[in-house]
């Protein structure tokens, strides 16, 4: 069964300065899907970044880019100039690729908090 | 192009009765999925529509059942309600490209939330 784990407490980063959250993952398919999310208290879940499972390159989407280190199956998001609005939970989330079907697993999520 | 849609915004219910919420796609996108999610967990995925049948579901009981319309929108009822089940419900919905789910075009709604007293 496919697992994520996120275990860092909430982390605070100050504005303009990057930061990394962490999260590994656990899986025995060799095809699957990594993502991270970002939750404000708003509550709708914002697609941040995706990594493919057989990308060499490491992903980029602006400020965010995915740390993606197969063999010791972690997947941390940078983010880069962190800015007040980026105060939220964020959730790094797997999908396996089981023929047409798919789910999101989710892991227990991070609180980030940017100080001015 | 509006995005994922959810009604009601919020709700509360009683124990035991029943509740029905909604969810409109993404505009091109054919594929439903349900989440739940509890105060400070993460989303657990509930069931996922496409063609208008469940094509799979998570660790839920049967009290959870769901729908989805010929225009691709979807409803989750819940049944017997508990007061676990006080939670933010979520629909994703994403697109299929000749039968198989495209790989990472999953865009979440506001969510519904519902509690249970």
């Known amino acids: 069964a496919q697992k994520i784990t996120q275990t860092q407490p909430g982390m605070f980063v100050q504005e303009k300065e990057a930061v990394t959250l962490d999260c590994t993952y656990d899986?025995?398919?060799?095809?699957?899907?990594l993502f991270w999310y970002k939750q404000p208290s708003s509550g709708e879940m914002i697609f941040l970044i995706y990594?493919?499972?057989?990308?060499?390159q490491n992903a980029t989407e602006g400020r965010y880019s995915l740390n993606f280190q197969k063999a010791r199956k972690s997947a941390n998001l940078v983010i880069s100039a962190s800015q007040l609005g980026d105060s939220a939970m964020y959730f790094c989330?797997?999908?396996?690729?089981?023929?047409?079907?798919?789910?999101?697993?989710f892991g227990k999520g991070i609180t980030l908090s940017v100080r001015p | 192009d509006a995005g994922v849609t959810q009604s009601p915004t919020h709700l509360i219910k009683t124990r035991g009765q029943q509740v029905t919420l909604r969810c409109s796609p993404k505009?091109?996108?054919?594929?439903v999925s349900w989440y739940q999610q509890a105060l400070g967990q993460g989303p657990q995925f509930i069931f996922q529509?496409?063609?208008?049948?469940?094509?799979q579901r998570g660790n839920f009981p049967d009290r959870f059942s769901g729908h989805q319309f010929p225009n691709y929108s979807s409803e989750l009822n819940v049944n017997a309600l508990l007061l676990g089940d006080s939670a933010l419900y979520l629909c994703?919905?994403?697109?299929?490209?000749?039968?198989?789910?495209?790989?990472?075009?999953?865009?979440f709604g506001p969510g519904t939330r519902l509690t249970v007293t």
């Open positions: 529509y496409y063609e208008e049948e469940e094509r």
């Open positions: 994703a919905s994403s697109r299929r490209l000749a039968g198989v789910q495209t790989n990472y075009e999953q865009y």
């Open positions: 899986t025995s398919d060799q095809s699957y899907g």
């Open positions: 990594q493919g499972s057989y990308d060499e």
């Open positions: 989330a797997m999908r396996e690729f089981t023929g047409a079907n798919s789910k999101l697993t």
């Open positions: 505009s091109g996108h054919d594929t």
